[in-house]
């Protein structure tokens, strides 16, 4: 396998903007190890696009993704 394979680039544009389930939000998933079968991962990369201002919650299941990230805020 040649290591200087070229990283494929995904542009804003095309990533699909799924609503957060509180209806506050939306995220574009870059890349996770998810099948597609259904919504489980065990990492993802994403970004979030916050309605308004929000209160940080965990979702029930995700407090051990979380174990320490913190969200970054503007």
């Given at each position: 396998m040649d290591s200087r394979a070229p990283v494929p680039?995904?542009?804003?544009?095309?990533l699909?903007?799924?609503p957060w389930k509180n209806g506050q939000g939306i995220t574009r998933t870059l890349c996770s190890?998810?099948?597609g079968?259904?919504?489980s991962w065990t990492?993802?990369?994403s970004i979030?696009?916050?309605?308004g201002t929000q209160p940080y919650k965990l979702l029930s299941g995700s407090?051990?993704?979380a174990n320490g990230v913190r969200p970054w805020l503007s």
């Open positions: 680039i995904t542009r804003y544009a095309q699909a903007a799924r190890d998810s099948t079968i259904d919504d990492w993802k990369i979030a696009e916050i309605t407090a051990a993704r």
